[in-house]
């Protein structure tokens, strides 16, 4: 099932994504621009969820625009992990700080419709899932878990010594009371 996501992106309609902003605009107490979804959809690839938004951007004197004199496009996606992703993500962490946690706004993206830009989103997390699997995050893994084994032998064989070492010490003790 590699390269293949089941899921599905639902969109706000028009109507309801001028009236979230008007909202906006009526209850603001800071700023005067900012971002709304205007689309949001889970997915799972390979056995793991991941969320994709499409933000709209706004601001208070022109209503939908576009971020930037070169952005073709009002919107940006990003890639997410839902709550049930969250114990992975953490797991995961110190291995790849952007698991599942992308989003289209560079200046790479500006010249990519929302469409492509949410399909980047889609390669990004479907990369991040499979580096989990059998890419550079299970390898990272894999050294970490060996690295953590041989710290545990040679625990367990200074313990040793130190027992061995203070039975030892014992047993001169002993001989030194006896005498």
């Not at 291995?95 to 990519?112: A, G, I, P, R």
């Amino acid at each position: 099932m590699k390269n293949k996501y089941t899921g599905e992106l639902v969109w706000k309609s028009e109507e309801e994504q001028l009236k979230e902003l008007e909202k906006v605009k009526k209850t603001s107490m800071y700023g005067t621009d900012g971002k709304i979804v205007s689309a949001e959809g889970k997915f799972v690839y390979r056995g793991i969820a991941y969320i994709i938004m499409v933000l709209r951007y706004y601001n208070f004197r022109e209503g939908f625009t576009t971020m930037g004199s070169e952005r073709i496009s009002p919107y940006h996606a990003v890639v997410e992990f839902p709550e049930e992703t969250k114990p992975i993500a953490d797991l995961v962490y110190n291995f790849d700080s952007e698991f599942l946690y992308h989003d289209t706004l560079h200046y790479w993206n500006d010249k990519q419709t929302a469409e492509q830009q949410i399909q980047v989103c889609h390669n990004w997390a479907m990369k991040d899932i499979d580096n989990l699997f059998d890419g550079e995050i299970a390898k990272k893994i894999d050294n970490s878990i060996k690295e953590l084994q041989k710290a545990k032998d040679n625990l367990k064989i200074k313990s040793k010594e130190v027992k061995d070492g203070t039975k030892d010490k014992l047993r001169w003790k002993l001989k030194e009371t006896k005498k």
